[in-house]
């Protein structure tokens, strides 16, 4: 619940952020830079950082130091059963930063896709009295519909590639168990581990792991977390409108138009006017 809270209100103090931003950038810079990307910044990217930073810092830190710390004590209690659990982790983290680089190139096309949907709905809403009006409904609904198909591709796309990764990692775990299983029980019977000790070490080798596995099949949206954390501190970098001061008295109020040119795209309205006012 504690996480919960975290999540909810540092979106909550981003997005307010954002807002006194927006209140101060030039009005240029909305023409070099995407309503969408925004618009996706302040809702997709900062609910999935709201989601997920919270869930990733108690799941996959949790996890991960809690089975170190077993491992650690399996080491001090036994050396030989402590060097299997040992094992089976360094495989595990082996085969979980092969998941992440695979799901890295599809973590960056799932934020690029996301943002093109954010646009397509956002152009459908602002236009659909237009869009009614002239019958447009088929030609606007066709890319929509396609965005909305590349977002659900993407993301099963991602999916699919970690997948085979995650069952690897419950094979992995499960003979790491079964191997100290099989050096407990050999070390009782060669006389070298008290029955106590081998009760004792065969429970743990079915309880250290738990927290690694939730931690492992979490660990393959830490490339999508990123990409939104990132996305969201692109806010930072956005030019702030510069502020004059007057240092002298205003001599008139004339407002004066010299060598004004305003056009729509290429075709020209006026150029170089001239006005006093």
């Known amino acids: 619940m504690a996480q919960t809270h975290a999540g909810y209100f540092m979106a909550a103090h981003k997005r307010i952020e954002i807002g006194e931003k927006i209140k101060r950038v030039p ?8 309503l969408g990307r925004l618009t996706t910044i302040a809702t997709s990217s900062l609910s999935q950082a709201e989601m997920w930073v919270p869930m990733l810092l108690v799941l996959v830190l949790g996890g991960v130091l809690n089975t170190l710390v077993f491992v650690l004590g399996t080491l001090i209690f036994n050396v030989k059963v402590g060097l299997v659990a040992a094992a089976g982790v360094i495989v595990f983290f082996i085969v979980t930063s092969m998941m992440e680089k ?3 190139a599809n ?5 690029e896709t996301q943002t093109r949907l954010t646009k397509e709905v956002l152009a459908t809403l602002q236009g659909m009295q237009v869009i009614k009006s002239y019958n447009l409904g088929g030609e606007n609904n066709r890319a929509l519909r396609k965005s909305i198909k590349d977002t659900s591709r993407i ?9 085979p990764y995650t069952v690897i990692q419950r094979i992995v ?3 790491t168990t079964v191997a100290m299983v099989y050096v407990s029980l050999n070390l009782n019977l060669s006389g070298e581990l008290p029955l106590a000790e081998t009760i004792l070490m065969i429970m743990a080798s079915f309880i250290i792991f738990e927290g690694l596995i939730v931690a492992g099949s979490n660990m393959a949206i830490l490339r999508a977390c990123e990409n939104a954390i990132d996305s ?5 970098s956005m030019p702030d409108m510069k502020e004059g001061s007057i240092t002298e008295p205003m001599k008139n109020h004339k407002i004066v138009f010299k060598d004004v040119s305003f056009s729509y795209d290429d075709r020209p309205i006026f150029k170089k006017m001239y006005q006093l006012r």
Not at 155 to 163: F, G, M, R, Y
Request: aromatic share 12%; glycine share 10%; hydrophobic share 50%.
């Open 102 to 104: 695979k799901s890295s």
């Open 155 to 163: 993301l099963l796309d991602l999916e699919k590639s970690v997948a």
């Open 107 to 111: 973590a960056d096309k799932m934020t």
């Open 232 to 236: 969201v501190g692109f806010i930072d």
């Open 173 to 175: 775990m499960g003979i």
């Open 27 to 34: 009005m240029g810079f909305f023409s070099s830079f995407s």
